[in-house]
C-alpha cells in the first residue's frame, strides 16, 4: 500500500492508468479539468496518447475510434459537455464500444455554476441519448472510490462491451483526501474477449453463451461493419424484425443477467433499523455523519450507500427498505435517484432531502428529516 494525499480528479487519472488506459481525447471543463491536465503528463509516460479536441463531440468520437483500434479508452467531463456526448454515447451503445465517460457533475441546467456541486445528471445518465439500452453508471463518494471505481468502469467496460458513465460530482472531484493505494500488481484488471475464429467465420454482433460477442481491433486482420443502424450478427444494417429484436434482447441479457457482479453498494447498521437513509456520491458523506449522530441519539437509523446508480438495484432497494416504514433520500439535486426509490416503495414511504442551489446537503437537514419521521 502507497499512502498518497490526492485530489478526487488525481485519483480518477492515477486510477486510468492503473486500468489500462491509454489512449484519452477530451476537452477542459470545470470542474473535471485536472484530469485532463494530469493524463495529458502521465499518458506519454506509459506510452499512451493524449489529444486535446475541439469540442466534447469530438472527444467522444475519437475515444471511440481509439477503442475500436484495441486501446482502453476514456473522457472526462462535466455537465454541458455531458450534454453534447450524448448522441455518441448512444452510438457505443448500440456498437457495444466499450469506452468510460466521466462525469463530474456542476450545478446546471446550462452552464450553471462551475464550480458549484450538484448531482443534478442522474436521469441524464439514464436517459440522455434515445432509445432504448442498458447503461452502467457508477458513482464515488470518496478519493479512494474514484480510484477504484475508474478502475472499475474500466473493468465492466471491457468485459460488458459497453459504455460505463463514472458519475462523480465536484465535491468528490475537487476534494483532498489520504488515499492509500493498492499495488498496482494486485489489481484485477479485465481485458475485453477475443476470438478465437478465423477471419473468415468471425461475426462481431454474434450472439454466445455470454451474450458478449468478442470485439477484434482494427488492423488485426479481421473486416467488419460497425453502424449506428440496427444491425445484423456481421454488423450490416438490417431492417428484418427477429434480428433487431434477438439484438435487443441480447443487449439488456448480458447487462440483466449480471447484476450481481455489477451492482455495488454498502449497508450499515440496516439489520435493525427503523429508519433508512439512501444517499450517494459526496451526500453519502453527510447521510453517514447524520445516521451516527442519530444513533447516539437513541435512533435506529440505517443507511444505504449506492455505488451502481444504473442499472437502478431495485430488489437491494427493496429488500433493505422492505420492512421499513420510513426511509430518507438526500441528493443534490430535486429528488432525481428518489422517483426511482418511490417506485419501489411506493411515495409514502419516503421523504426527500433535496438541495439544488450548489450547496452542500448538511448532516443536520437529513437528521431534522430522520426525527421528523421518528416523531410522526
Not at 98 to 117: A, E, M, N, Y
Not at 159 to 172: F, G, K, M, T, W
Not at 233 to 244: A, M
Not at 250 to 276: C, G, M, N, P, Q
Request: aromatic share 6%.
Amino acid at each position: 500500500m502507497t499512502a498518497r494525499l490526492m485530489q478526487g480528479d488525481e485519483a480518477c487519472a492515477e486510477g486510468a492508468i492503473a486500468a489500462g488506459c491509454r489512449f484519452y481525447a477530451g476537452y477542459p471543463i470545470t470542474p473535471a479539468t485536472e484530469i485532463s491536465e494530469l493524463l495529458a503528463r502521465r499518458l506519454p509516460q506509459v506510452g499512451g496518447k493524449f489529444i486535446q479536441m475541439e469540442d466534447e463531440i469530438a472527444s467522444l468520437a475519437a475515444v471511440i475510434g481509439a477503442s475500436l483500434g484495441g486501446a482502453k479508452a476514456m473522457t472526462a467531463t462535466s455537465g454541458p459537455g455531458f450534454s453534447l456526448m450524448q448522441e455518441n454515447i448512444g452510438y457505443a451503445a448500440m456498437a457495444e464500444i466499450p469506452c468510460v465517460i466521466v462525469d463530474v457533475q456542476r450545478l446546471g441546467p446550462s452552464t450553471g455554476r462551475p464550480t458549484s456541486p450538484s448531482q443534478g445528471d442522474v436521469m441524464q445518465a439514464r436517459w440522455g441519448t434515445h432509445g432504448d439500452h442498458p447503461i452502467i453508471v457508477l458513482a464515488p463518494s470518496s478519493v479512494r472510490e474514484m480510484f477504484d471505481l475508474t478502475i472499475q468502469a474500466f473493468n465492466f467496460s471491457e468485459h460488458y462491451r459497453s459504455p460505463v458513465i463514472l458519475l462523480a460530482d465536484e465535491v468528490i472531484g475537487h476534494m483532498r483526501e489520504r488515499v492509500d493505494l493498492p499495488d498496482l500488481a494486485t489489481i484485477e484488471l479485465v481485458n475485453r474477449p477475443q476470438t478465437t475464429v478465423p477471419p473468415e467465420w468471425y461475426k462481431p454482433y454474434e450472439g454466445d453463451p455470454s451474450d458478449v460477442p468478442p470485439l477484434v481491433p482494427f488492423g488485426d486482420g479481421y473486416r467488419y461493419h460497425v453502424t449506428g443502424l440496427h444491425h445484423d450478427e456481421h454488423g450490416y444494417p438490417t431492417e428484418k424484425t427477429p434480428e433487431v429484436q434477438a439484438w435487443l434482447e441480447r443487449l439488456f441479457r448480458k447487462i440483466e443477467r449480471s447484476l450481481s457482479d455489477i451492482l455495488l453498494y454498502e449497508e450499515e447498521d440496516v439489520e435493525d433499523a427503523e429508519t433508512l437513509v439512501v444517499a450517494y456520491g459526496a451526500t453519502a458523506r453527510s447521510a453517514r455523519h447524520a445516521v451516527k449522530v442519530a444513533r447516539e441519539h437513541g435512533r435506529k437509523v440505517g443507511m444505504l450507500k449506492l455505488k451502481t446508480l444504473w442499472p437502478f438495484p431495485e430488489e437491494v432497494v427493496e429488500h433493505a427498505g422492505a420492512r421499513l416504514h420510513h426511509v430518507v433520500v438526500a441528493e443534490m439535486n430535486r429528488g432525481q435517484l428518489a422517483l426511482e426509490v418511490e417506485r419501489v416503495l411506493g411515495r409514502y414511504k419516503v421523504r426527500r432531502v433535496s438541495r439544488a442551489d450548489g450547496e452542500v446537503i448538511q448532516p443536520g437537514e437529513i437528521l431534522r428529516a430522520i426525527e421528523d419521521w421518528t416523531v410522526l
